[in-house]
């Protein structure tokens, strides 16, 4: 696989990134503004729920912001980790304030279910600074109170080689409202010395977590989440990388060493 060697490359996107990492804020601003729309913009909007991508849902965040997640089984959400943590409580997020809304569009969803348990990866430092975490740490899956009947995205270990085409689906802080997709983005290569892979998705702030998809013949499936954006090539981490810690927690059904803990009083979405 080609790796992007140039350290100032590297060093810039991670500068770049401190702009559209994180939840996307209540608000929106205009997309020629925003870091991640790369040579025009090639987002589409998808209006409806219906379909594969309807497993692809908006992840509400206590009132601060929003995020994209993914769901790759019934009851289980794959996002990016530092949507969930909270730098003003310099914590995760308690489960009761993440709510998930599977195939929304417009003030419609065809799910809406409160989390029950938020499973970071173990490795993930937080950094008030929003620079990019490198090693491809920025993953977490969200287990949901109950199942969503929608068919979820299965998760795919394949080889992410410079110029592979790839399609990206999230909510954008933009246009929060609507699913929208890049449906011909493509990979540049692998940063050198990190397990993550550049690409040219216009992916803004809410699109953080959003899932990097293949069209294969039995429809998408995800290879990958997308971390972070700059105004050059956006950061996402390959499948393999968490690939076997979430197989080990789909195979158990129970909350890993290192969960938040499940609260039971809901809240609205």
Not at 14 to 32: E, F, K
Request: charged share 15%.
């Amino acid at each position: 696989m080609k790796t992007l060697r140039c350290a100032a490359t590297v060093l810039g996107i991670v500068a770049a990134a401190i702009l559209g990492t994180g939840p996307a804020d209540i608000g929106s601003a205009a997309a020629q503004t925003l870091p991640g729309i790369h040579e025009g913009d090639s987002r589409q909007s998808v209006l409806s729920g219906e379909g594969p991508l309807a497993a692809i849902g908006r992840l509400n965040l206590g009132g601060t912001g929003h995020c994209t997640g993914t769901l790759i089984a019934p009851s289980v959400v794959l996002t990016a980790a530092h949507c969930l943590y909270s730098h003003a409580l310099h914590r995760f997020l308690p489960p009761s304030a993440v709510h998930f809304l599977a195939g929304y569009s417009r003030e419609t969803y065809i799910a809406h279910r409160r989390a029950r348990a938020v499973l970071p990866s173990p490795d993930f430092l937080p950094n008030p600074a929003g620079v990019v975490d490198l090693a491809g740490n920025d993953w977490a899956v969200v287990v949901l109170e109950a199942p969503i009947d929608q068919p979820p995205l299965p998760l795919a270990d394949v080889p992410l080689g410079p110029d592979t085409v790839v399609e990206q689906a999230g909510y954008s802080q933009d246009r929060a409202h609507v699913l929208s997709i890049d449906p011909a983005c493509r990979i540049l290569g692998r940063i050198e010395g990190t397990p993550l892979v550049a690409h040219t998705c216009d992916a803004v702030g809410g699109d953080s977590g959003s899932p990097i998809l293949i069209e294969g013949p039995d429809g998408p499936a995800v290879v990958a989440v997308h971390s972070s954006t700059g105004p050059d090539f956006g950061l996402a981490i390959p499948v393999g990388v968490f690939l076997p810690a979430i197989t080990a927690y789909l195979e158990t059904d129970a909350p890993a060493d290192g969960a938040v803990a499940e609260e039971p009083a809901p809240t609205d979405p």
